[in-house]
């Protein structure tokens, strides 16, 4: 694929990792066409691209999808991610989860292009198993709050498959664990922003329950390259794509505390409800299939993640 050029289109292209999904193809010459309705992303994370092989269409993927181009690769990243996200939008990830990804497999199915999906850690909900292998089938409550992306994106799963199995769509399932670095929006709720604007700005972090519940980041670069691994394999089933090494939120606030010299202390809050006491992936699929492993270390990737942070604080106080 990264010999003849291709015309791929991201939806959700304006998010975190859609964008630099998108900045990796267009570094490799491809044509990129990123379709986002700008719900959670931003145009600051591709305005970037602006003199490049580029196009960008503002656009609802639940509605109908029309490209008037040939395209050869369809990456169906549209999705609230984070729970602030996804707890302020429950339909509208419902939604996305269900009727933009029928859009776009019927894209993919029409155009006859390869399709991949972004789909989450969130599928094993709250696992008995560690780490999570992809045949672990998932300990999900579909009725709680967070139930609204869980199932978008098990759905979003099942229909990509049923199109595989039904029209011959060559698709590709990503499970993505918890990335992180450049681009993530600093009021995004998750571990790292949260932690990173805090301690930046002299507040203390807040940690829930008592911290001891575990989680595996993921530098975004090593994400893309796991992502694109996958797209370029012959793997039809789900893949994790994520970091192995497992570390308490605890230990990631710590981190955190020590990469920005802050003196924030930790602060404890109640757990939120169905909130994963474990998160780990089991990568043995990757490696074997692409050959895949992260290369980034934690406290390399806080290290470059920093800086991205540094300057969103600064822009938000100058514009105070």
């Known amino acids: 694929m990264n010999d003849v050029k291709q015309t791929i289109l991201i939806t959700g292209g304006a998010g975190f990792i859609g964008s630099h999904l998108a ?172 932690f990173m604007l805090q301690a930046l700005t002299g507040k203390q972090l807040t940690v829930y329950g008592d911290g001891q519940q575990t989680r595996s980041f993921c530098y975004v670069d090593d994400t893309v390259r796991g992502l694109v691994g996958l797209l370029r394999s012959d793997e039809h089933q789900p893949v994790n794509v994520g970091n192995p090494n497992e570390i308490t939120i605890r230990e990631i606030a710590e981190r955190v505390i020590d990469v920005t010299g802050s003196d924030s202390k930790l602060i404890f809050e109640d757990l939120p409800v169905d909130d994963p006491k474990v998160r780990r992936p089991d990568t043995r699929r990757a490696e074997a299939t692409f050959d895949w492993k992260p290369q980034v270390d934690l406290a390399e990737g806080l290290e470059r993640t920093l800086p991205w942070f540094q300057s969103e604080v600064a822009r938000l106080q100058a514009a105070d």
């Open 23 to 194: 900045e990796f193809f267009l570094d490799e010459g491809h044509r990129v066409i990123v379709m986002d309705n700008l719900l959670t992303g931003s145009t600051s994370n591709i305005s970037r691209f602006a003199n490049r092989d580029y196009l960008f269409i503002e656009h609802d993927v639940t509605n109908y999808i029309v490209v008037d181009e040939p395209i050869g690769h369809i990456l169906h990243f549209a999705s609230p991610a984070s729970p602030i996200d996804y707890l302020k939008f429950p339909i509208q990830t419902l939604k996305v989860g269900a009727l933009g990804t029928h859009k776009a497999l019927g894209l993919a199915y029409a155009k006859k292009a390869r399709f991949m999906i972004a789909s989450t850690s969130e599928v094993y909900g709250d696992p008995q198993v560690n780490p999570q292998p992809e045949t672990y089938w998932g300990h999900v409550n579909p009725i709680g709050p967070r139930g609204v992306y869980d199932e978008a994106k098990r759905f979003a799963e099942a229909m990509t498959m049923a199109y595989h199995r039904t029209h011959g769509v060559d698709t590709r399932i990503a499970r993505i664990f918890n990335t992180y670095g450049p681009r993530m929006r600093i009021d995004d709720g998750r571990a790292v922003p949260n």
